[in-house]
């Protein structure tokens, strides 16, 4: 152990500035890497100050010498008025990346740069706010439906409960519910979403589901428990049947004028006499 730990120190650099300890020479990093320790003014870089030209106007910005283009690009966004990923900063005719290091691309104290406006990123940004703004709007309205469907899940539950117990339900609150449910069902359908917004729109619809199934149970329940009425009986008059019988009258008696009328078909003729017609029976 002893041996390990003197090797260990072995090939630690040289005590500076004529101190024998070394101790606030340097420090330890916690990746076990022994560096020379650093001084407050590699804590506070210096500043520098750039000459920006945007269209006819030029904007004075004082930043770190060690600061990224990046960085500058977000101090310019006030005075420009540019969000600073629509910016491109050109230095010596060149564009610079937003990570890279002004003092690293030979950037120093007034130094002169060129800001121009990017409209590729600036559409890209404006399709992504866009697609944002939808999912943000989709996200609003399933939550909306979800505060909705834990009422109704409730009034579910307590339905259950009373069926449980044996007890009964009305059948037109059950209806009723039911349409509220497909309502919210009809709603989720509507909501056009994408990624975690569709799969929260999905579990709703599998809660609304699970719903109207448990009501249509209490439904289908209460028509098999309901008792069965006997047939009516006929009764015995209704049961005999109707004869309709036509009587006809008859008569006793006859006038007298009727009865010596011969029985026989008589034929009527018709004989001129003196200019008359006249009618004797035969």
């Known amino acids: 152990m002893m041996q390990m730990k003197t090797s260990s120190f072995a090939h630690a650099p040289p005590p500076m500035n004529g101190n024998s300890s070394g101790e606030n020479e340097w420090e ?98 404006y399709i992504e706010m866009k697609k944002n703004s939808q999912i943000e709007k989709a996200l609003n309205l399933v939550s909306q439906i979800t505060s909705e469907v834990d009422k109704l899940e409730k009034q579910v539950s307590a339905l259950e409960s009373v069926v449980s117990r044996g007890g009964k339900v009305v059948e037109n609150d059950v209806a009723k519910m039911i349409d509220l449910l497909m309502n919210q069902l009809l709603k989720l359908d509507a909501v056009s979403a994408d990624g975690d917004v569709k799969l929260l729109r999905k579990m709703q619809a599998r809660r609304v589901q699970k719903c109207i199934e448990t009501l249509d149970s209490f439904k289908l329940k209460q028509k098999t428990e309901a008792p069965k009425q006997p047939p009516l009986k006929q009764s015995s008059s209704a049961a005999a049947p109707v004869v309709i019988t036509t009587q006809w009258e008859t008569f006793d008696s006859a006038p007298n004028d009727l009865m010596d009328a011969p029985s026989s078909s008589t034929t009527a003729t018709g004989v001129a006499h003196h200019g008359f017609t006249t009618w004797d029976l035969l």
């Open 28 to 125: 330890l990093r916690p990746g076990g890497m022994l560096v020379q320790k650093r001084t407050d003014g590699d804590k506070s870089p210096p500043k520098i100050r750039v000459r920006v030209k945007y269209g006819d106007t030029y904007h004075e910005i004082h930043i770190s010498s060690q600061a990224t283009f990046g960085a500058l690009k977000k101090k310019l966004s006030e005075p420009t008025g540019l969000n600073h990923h629509d910016q491109k900063l050109f230095f010596k005719n060149k564009e610079k990346d937003s990570k890279a290091f002004l003092d690293i691309s030979g950037v120093k104290d007034k130094s002169k740069l060129v800001l121009q406006e990017d409209p590729i990123s600036k559409e890209k940004r």
